[in-house]
Structure formats: C-alpha cells, structure tokens
C-alpha cells in the first residue's frame, strides 16, 4: 500500500528567510502526482503545488518550489522569502491512480510551520 | 461560481443520533470525495464517487453511507452518530477529463462534527 511520510511535525521559519519541508513517500506505481497542500486555521485546504510523476522538472509556484527525487522517492517543499501569512499546517499527499479508489489522495501526517517575525 | 461548498459548517450530536452532510459543487466534476481529519492526521477517505448514481468505499467506510442522486452534490449520512465519528469532515471533487494535468482535487471548507 502506498505511505505517505512527513518526519517533522514542526518547524520554524524567521520572515524572509527559507525553509524545507520534508515529504518521503512509498509506491510501486511509476505514473502518479503529488501534491503539497496548506492548511492555515480556517481549516481549507489550499493547493500549494503539483508534480507529475512523469515530468523530471521540479514544479514551481512563484516562492513556492519542489526537490522531486523520483528514484528517492522524495518531495520536499521550499517557500522562499518566507512570509507571516504562509504560517499553517503543510501536508504532502500522493495521488494514487484513477483504478485505485477512485484516484484518492493519501496525506501525509503534516507539519505545523511558525513564522516569526 | 462557488467551487466546493458544504453544510453545516458545525454540527453537535448526542451519541445515537443520525445526520446528513451536503457537499456541492458548481464545477460539472465527475469525481467526488469524502475524508475525515483526525488530529495530528492527514485526511482518510471515507467514501467517493466517481460519477452520477455511483458510490464506493474508501479507507474508513464503516458507520457512513453515503448517495450522489445529482451530479453536483454527494451526501454523507452518519446513521448512528458515535463518539469515535467527532472529526472534521472534507469534501473534494475533481474532473476527468481535459488535459492530463487537470489532476487536482479541489476541497470544500470543512464540517467541524462533535459527537458527545
């Protein structure tokens, strides 16, 4: 079965600096998507960023950017120039494939990120 | 244009008693989800659908059903509330089709559940 992992629940950023978010995943499938979403305390659930499996570049959204190891299996998150507003909950997920429970995403545990000011 | 909305935003039940929860979206999506959040947990599935009139379980489908007579709304019933059902419950649907990076599940804000 594939397993999502996240091995820091916590971490903390000083405001404008940068910080790497740890994601380490299991699969014997070799075309899937991951995924980094934020929750801040409202609670939604807002994308952050997306890789596909098949793709070799690392996405990137504006401050936000991923390291994909595929052969690793790994995917961890780097927020640039880091802001009060990015403070929230970061969880990784895997996308399994449409024939696997509907394409169903599998989280990881989460880590609780802190700005500081 | 909404995207994924949800009713009740909070609810409290007493140990027993029944429920619905609505999930809408706007989008035209065939796929739709529901998770639980536990704390200091990641989202499990409970249930999907993968189109109109079609349902089936997910991770922890025990003690929910659930009904997508409508394309647009999937509803979640909890017939015998119990205390270990206290979470808070997403919503999320996503398309099939269009390109192949149209992969993305968009989430509803959430139903805060106390079940006492």
């Known amino acids: 079965a594939q397993t999502v992992t996240q091995s820091q629940p916590e971490m903390s950023v000083q405001e404008a600096e940068t910080v790497t978010l740890s994601c380490t995943y299991d699969?014997?499938?070799?075309?899937?998507?991951l995924f980094w979403y934020k929750q801040p305390p409202s609670r939604q659930m807002i994308l952050v960023i997306r890789?596909?499996?098949?793709?070799?570049q690392n996405a990137t959204e504006n401050r936000f950017s991923v390291n994909f190891q595929k052969a690793a299996k790994s995917f961890s998150l780097k927020i640039s120039d880091s802001q009060l507003g990015d403070a929230a909950m970061y969880f990784c997920?895997?996308?399994?494939?449409?024939?696997?429970?509907?394409?169903?995403?599998?989280f990881g545990q989460g880590t609780e990120l802190s700005v500081k000011p | 244009n909404a995207g994924v909305t949800q009713t009740p935003k909070f609810r409290v039940l007493k140990t027993g008693q029944s429920m619905t929860l609505l999930c809408a979206q706007d989008?035209?999506?065939?796929?739709m989800y529901w998770y639980r959040q536990d704390p200091g947990m990641g989202l499990r599935l409970i249930h999907y659908?993968?189109?109109?009139?079609?349902?089936a379980k997910g991770e922890v489908p025990d003690g929910y059903n659930v009904s997508r007579l409508k394309k647009q709304n999937f509803l979640l019933g909890l017939e015998s509330a119990a205390p270990s059902q206290t979470s808070v419950y997403f919503c999320?649907?996503?398309?099939?089709?269009?390109?192949?990076?149209?992969?993305?599940?968009?989430f509803g804000p959430g139903t805060r559940l106390l079940v006492l």
């Open positions: 989008m035209n999506h065939e796929y």
């Open positions: 999320a649907s996503r398309t099939s089709r269009g390109p192949r990076g149209q992969e993305t599940q968009y």
């Open positions: 699969t014997s499938e070799s075309d899937y998507y």
């Open positions: 890789q596909e499996a098949y793709k070799q």
């Open positions: 997920a895997y996308r399994n494939p449409i024939y696997n429970q509907g394409g169903k995403l599998i």
């Open positions: 659908s993968v189109g109109e009139g079609t349902t």
